[in-house]
């Protein structure tokens, strides 16, 4: 009984001895891991607001941008903390990197197609081929921005409908902005009949051109002859319009174009095509010759 009871303090002064040895050993490194944690997310938390800060200043940077740009880098941040805590107790840090590469390169295969919207959003965001509130023509993908997120892009056509589109789409394709540029130029064409007088026709729209102060005086509105079609001689009048202005002046100078052509006697002609009958000779009747037997 002596002897085991020798044994058991013998067993606990050693254990007691070496866990004195280790804590002596890790004090310091418990300390500074728990320093490097506390300031490290400090740290981050710091960085994030300032990158936040600093892109919102920025008109160039969406907001979105701007809030995704300043998380990376407080996770990076906190990822940088976390393997120098892992260096501090003498963990090898270096197989912990390529374990990381690898799980990131795995992540990245199994989502590549969400991950291709995302750097598409990215692209978008940046080079703002189009902002929230323009209309745009993406290769059918057509409709008024609502927001452009890092995945996908809202959108609202002009009859009203919704429309999600993943941002790949859009990066991919030819976009075709109605809105980002000021001024637009419209093309209205009618045709006249070959025996109106074209003269007319031609100071009629400049007249309509120049009395409505939508249309640009710079450069000029000017009237030109289209085409000599079927049926009809084409004039265009042909104007410019500040691009907010583009539906209304539009419709109101068709409207306006008829009425003043129907004041003057000017006329719009239907489709007609000349068709001349030509008789065809008629059959001459078949001779049949009498065999004498």
Known sequence: ?????????????????????????????????????????????????????ALSRMHTFDQTLCRFLSKVVRYAVL???GVTVLAQFGVQTASILAALGAA??????????????VAAGIMLLVLRPFRVGEYVDASGIAGTIEEIGLFATELTTFDGLYVLAPNS???????????????RRFDLDIGISYSDDINLAHDTLMELARSDDRVMGVPEPEVLVKDLGDSAVVVTLRYWTAASNFWPVQFDLTKAAKEAFDAKGITIPFPQRDVHFVPAEAPQPKRISARKS
């Not at 004090?27 to 960085?47: E, K, Q, R």
């Open 79 to 81: 990822i940088m903390v």
């Open 104 to 117: 990131g390169l795995a992540i990245g295969l199994a989502l590549q197609g969400t991950l291709q919207n």
């Open 169 to 183: 789409e859009l990066w991919n394709k030819a976009v075709t902005n109605y809105s980002r540029n000021p001024t």
């Open 1 to 53: 009984m002596e002897i085991d009871t020798a044994a058991m303090l013998t067993a606990g002064e050693a254990a007691l001895a070496q866990a004195s040895a280790f804590a002596v050993e890790y004090a310091f490194s418990v300390i500074g891991a728990i320093i490097l944690i506390f300031a490290g997310f400090i740290v981050a938390g710091y960085l994030e607001r300032a990158v936040g800060r």
